[in-house]
């Protein structure tokens, strides 16, 4: 074989330290690239079907809303101090299916973001999870407190055990966008006047207590037994 030219052989070793340049500098565009920080609404995505997010038995007796946003600080303190209360004596016993419908309103810059990551943890077994963390932890990444709740969220998401990677692809491409405007569309079309708003039967009330919640839930459950087949009251 005949040894390559001087000069061959400097354009090739030259092709070589070109390559690993521009190699090291994709790898490093893609650690600095900056990361994202707010999602912002894309406006060119229809609004889908409202499906909600589901909790407990979807044939219980009692069907339950929730229209709510994860920024809107009446949400958060109904998720925390009367949520749990319905959840261990309606929902884990069968009597009530809560649907909880996304309403990320415009006043609230970092809702839209939150209402993503929520519904992004979905995909992977974790709304309920994440919904519950975006409430408890509302002064750690509402607007007053953070231009970049994303890495307040990654970190949920991190504790969570999810796939992080194809979390953050999902919210930063909007994946779920067209359910969450469908739910919001569906809040809209029951004329709902705030956050958070709860459908109880035929009933449609504002943020209310567990015994307030409960006499609701009570009378609803009371009318189901009354159009019930026979055996099934």
């Not at 001087?6 to 030259?14: I, K, T």
């Not at 037994?225 to 009251?233: I, Q, S, V």
Request: aromatic share 10%.
């Amino acid at each position: 074989m005949t040894p390559p030219k001087p000069e061959s052989a400097r354009r090739f070793v030259g092709t070589i330290v070109l390559a690993a340049i521009v190699g090291a500098g994709v790898l490093g565009y893609a650690v600095m690239r900056p990361r994202a920080s707010v999602i912002t609404v894309d406006p060119t995505i229809p609004a889908g079907t409202a499906e909600g997010h589901l909790l407990g038995d979807p044939l219980a007796p009692v069907q339950v809303m929730e229209f709510g946003d994860f920024e809107c600080p009446h949400c958060g303190d109904w998720s925390t101090i009367t949520e749990p209360d319905i959840r261990e004596r309606f929902i884990k016993t069968g009597i009530v299916a809560f649907r909880y419908f996304d309403v990320p309103l415009s006043g609230f810059k970092h809702s839209y973001t939150a209402h993503l990551a929520a519904s992004c943890a979905e995909e992977q077994g974790k709304f309920w999870e994440m919904h519950d963390k975006l409430y408890a932890t509302q002064p750690t990444w509402r607007e007053d407190v953070t231009n970049d709740p994303m890495s307040v969220f990654r970190k949920f998401a991190t504790g969570f055990g999810i796939d992080v990677a194809k979390w953050e692809d999902c919210v930063v491409k909007q994946k779920p966008a067209a359910r969450i405007k469908g739910n919001r569309e569906e809040g809209m079309r029951l004329k709902i006047q705030g956050t958070p708003t709860f459908v109880i039967g035929d009933k449609m009330i504002g943020a209310v207590n567990f015994d307030q919640f409960k006499a609701l839930v009570d009378t609803a459950l009371a009318a189901a037994k009354k159009t019930a087949p026979p055996g099934k009251k």
